[in-house]
T-cell receptor, first 118, second 114 residues
Framework: GAVVSQHPSRVICKSGTSVKIECRSL??????MFWYRQFPKQSLMLMAT?????????EQGVEKDKFLINHASLTLSTLTVTSAHPEDSSFYIC??????????????FGDGTRLSIL | AQSVTQLGSHVSVSEGALVLLRCNYS??????LFWYVQYPNQGLQLLLK??????LVKGINGFEAEFKKSETSFHLTKPSAHMSDAAEYFC????????????FGKGTSLLVTP
């Protein structure tokens, strides 16, 4: 089956640090990747949608200068949390789809990244 | 706009008992519906999906769900719960053939007691 690898699985760093999270599709070409944020005991909230070679589309309320998304290839998207602060601590999950506009193909999720800012 | 409502943030069943997790959706266009399971500190695993065709869909680990358009529901069931089924379950919806991101429900935490 389709595999999405997300790295790192856990990050603990000081306030003010920038953190990069990678999301890779290992055995398929991901035309679209999605980045979600999940607070404890809550659901997944979509942050942004990225299509390979295009600028990401951010959801309302998500700061694009804070959460930089790059989708330079069909197998890799990165989320960079710039100058992270304690309120950015959360569980970040990526998903990848080869659907190219057909949502019949399910999104394949990474295992998430637990970000803790001290 | 599409949204889902999961009734009951926590459900507790005995091992061997029927599992029923409720999901109702709202969609102005034909929806695709999904159920995902999440174990602690992990990503989401697809249990099953409804897109078109048969309204009763079978998934992994013995789960199934039935799409009922008249009731705008997509409830998840399993005849006999196992201890290993304890996890967080999310219902999600997206417009058919849209390529859009999924809209998730708030999740239901399933507890299985011996």
């Amino acid at each position: 089956g389709a595999v999405v690898s997300q790295h790192p699985s856990r990050v603990i760093c000081k306030s003010g640090t920038s953190v990069k999270i990678e999301c890779r599709s290992l055995d398929f070409q991901a035309t679209t990747m999605f980045w979600y944020r999940q607070f404890p005991k809550q659901s997944l909230m979509l942050m942004a949608t990225s299509n390979e070679g295009s600028k990401a589309t951010y959801e309302q309320g998500v700061e694009k200068d804070k959460f930089l998304i790059n989708h330079a290839s069909l197998t890799l998207s990165t989320l960079t949390v710039t100058s992270a602060h304690p309120e950015d601590s959360s569980f970040y999950i990526c998903s990848a789809s080869s659907a190219g506009g057909n949502s019949n193909q399910p999104q394949h999720f990474g295992d998430g990244t637990r970000l803790s800012i001290l | 706009a599409q949204s889902v409502t999961q009734l009951g943030s926590h459900v507790s069943v005995s091992e061997g008992a029927l599992v029923l997790l409720r999901c109702n959706y709202s969609s102005s266009v034909p929806p695709y519906l999904f159920w995902y399971v999440q174990y602690p500190n992990q990503g989401l695993q697809l249990l099953l999906k409804y897109t078109t065709g048969a309204t009763l869909v079978k998934g992994i680990n013995g789960f199934e769900a039935e799409f009922k358009k008249s009731e705008t529901s997509f409830h998840l069931t399993k005849p006999s719960a196992h201890m290993s089924d304890a996890a967080e379950y999310f219902c999600a919806v997206t417009p058919a053939n849209s390529g859009y991101a999924l809209n998730f429900g708030k999740g239901t935490s399933l507890l299985v007691t011996p």
